[in-house]
């Protein structure tokens, strides 16, 4: 990873306890972390939410969508929060069927986490709970040995990924 620019840094990653995976909290989830761009969900009270190109998750098990990264081996960090009521979130998610045309994952979840700004990328966000001290905790897994950080990326990559997982056949 020479050469590369990350739009999120973590402090220090900690090694998730596969014995009690983030039931208790609110935690943002950023899958596939070491990839442009990474697909973010939110889940507090032991229910997961995303929305996705194609559909979104509502009120999913906790642990079944862990299970689902642990057997794909999905490189995800899982960011703790201060704690955010689940009749919040449940209301923001249930306006999104999907991703909204021009939009991308990270709509619901700024307005979840901080509806006066509206962040362009996992990392604009990451960084300004840092500066908030609102960032409690870091936990990776399945992370590449070399992993640094988040990968700086524009709307461009947003609209570009967001256009292929909608046309491809079978999903």
Request: glycine residues 6%; hydrophobic residues 35%; proline residues 5%.
């Amino acid at each position: 990873m020479e050469n590369m620019n990350y739009s999120f840094r973590p402090q220090h990653i900690e090694v998730l306890d596969r014995g009690n995976p983030l039931k208790k909290g609110t935690y943002l989830w950023i899958f596939h972390a070491d990839k442009i761009p990474p697909h973010i969900g939110i889940s507090t009270e032991n229910n997961f939410f995303s929305i996705k190109s194609r559909g979104r998750d509502f009120g999913i098990a906790v642990e079944y969508v862990f299970a689902l990264i642990d057997r794909k081996n999905v490189s995800s960090l899982f960011v703790q929060l201060n704690d955010v009521d689940l009749k919040t979130v449940e209301s923001v998610f249930e306006k999104y069927s999907s991703i909204p045309e021009g939009s991308s994952c990270l709509e619901p979840i700024n307005k979840i986490i901080d509806p006066n700004n509206n962040f362009s990328s996992v990392g604009e966000l990451l960084n300004s709970l840092t500066e908030k001290n609102e960032l409690l905790k870091v936990f990776g897994i399945h992370l590449p040995d070399d992993y640094e950080g988040i990968p700086a990326y524009g709307r461009r990559e947003i609209e570009e990924r967001i256009k292929f997982l909608r046309n491809v056949k079978g999903r």
